[in-house]
């Protein structure tokens, strides 16, 4: 390995980084479902997307389960952070099963908008990626309306009834620069695609995106700490390569980072996706001040305090209790 200076070597740490307002919403409110009612509480699918989170909830009781039929009826379920269509909320009611939804709020305005629209008979061009929860979820609330536009290559392939009533939303957790390049293609084939009332892509993961743009021309490297199923983590490995960073590796923990990455390497870029605790991130930091990385600047470019409530029907429980 090429040997630096260690005063030479610096790491550059992007804030805001880890857990946004919904992820910690939707941890909360399983580690609160585990001490108001006791274990197990049954989780569909991933509360977030990340694997430490997911071991450290089955360690407290919790398990995770693919679809509602494996929760025994009358148990209680918690829907994930990414949402669920409305086929899954009529099953758990039909298995007499009791829920908690943490539905991050800012998704549950992507559904309530395709409600809206459909209602409205519009098209809606849906902006993400086929298979991940979330495009299930907000697919599921108008089946008969929402068209997957999956990447640039898509949008010469959507079909649409009316081209003169067509909005577009997105996934939460894309890319705001690629995003905004499939809405400019769409417009161009459809000039009556009209936009959403709000900006659809998450604030924390817009935010994240931020601050890695703002360090990745400064780094040779961008470790991004995040597990592979994450999406707003994959983005950030992208954003960062984009912007300047010479490489860039999604890590789920330490122990998955290579020395050999740091060869010929003074300046370390350092976030983390929307669903990493913080102490996953601060292992990486000790990690790399063991070889000589010990100069760790933080970069904020934006503040962020978004908080939001826990799921009404915890709250109702806990203020009984």
């Known amino acids: 390995m090429e040997l630096q200076t260690v005063s030479s070597r610096r790491v550059l740490v992007a804030r805001p980084r880890g857990y946004c307002a ?4 939707a941890v909360v409110a399983v580690e609160k479902a585990l001490e108001q009612y006791g274990a197990p509480i049954y989780v569909r699918k991933q509360i977030v997307h990340n694997t430490h989170v997911v071991k450290t909830l089955e360690a407290k009781g919790a398990i995770f389960v693919e679809e509602t039929e494996e929760v ?15 086929a899954v909320h009529a099953e758990a009611e039909q298995r007499g099963l009791r829920t908690i939804d943490a539905t991050c709020p800012l998704v549950t305005k992507v559904h309530n908008e395709a409600r809206r629209f459909a209602g409205q008979d519009y098209d809606i061009l849906l902006i993400g990626h086929e298979g991940h929860e979330e495009v299930e979820g ?15 290559d898509a949008v010469d392939r959507v079909e649409v009834r009316d081209p003169s009533r067509l909005v577009w939303l997105s996934q939460t957790t894309l890319s705001v620069d690629e995003t905004n390049e499939t809405v400019a293609r769409l417009k161009k084939r459809f000039p009556d695609l009209i936009d959403p009332p709000s900006d659809d892509i998450c604030y924390a993961t817009q935010n994240r995106q931020v601050a890695v743009k703002e360090i990745a021309e400064e780094c040779e490297l961008v470790i991004v700490v995040g597990s ?27 122990t998955f980072i290579r020395d050999e990455w740091l060869e010929g390497v003074t300046t370390v870029g350092v976030t983390s996706g929307a669903s990493v ?20 600047t933080e970069v904020e470019p934006v ?8 799921p009404h029907e915890l709250r109702k429980d806990l203020r009984v209790s």
């Open 22 to 25: 919904g992820v910690d919403r």
């Open 72 to 86: 025994p009826e009358g148990e209680i379920v918690v829907f994930s952070a990414h949402g669920v269509s409305p």
């Open 138 to 152: 907000t697919s599921g609330e108008a089946p008969d309306h929402i068209k997957l536009v999956d990447g640039l």
């Open 228 to 254: 592979d199923n994450s999406s707003n983590s994959k983005r950030l490995v992208e954003v960062a390569k984009d912007y300047g960073a010479a490489a860039a590796y999604l890590v789920d923990n330490a």
């Open 277 to 296: 605790p913080e102490e996953l991130v601060a292992e990486v930091l000790a990690w790399l001040a063991h070889r000589g990385f010990g100069d760790v």
């Open 303 to 310: 503040q962020e305090k978004m908080r939001f409530a826990l």
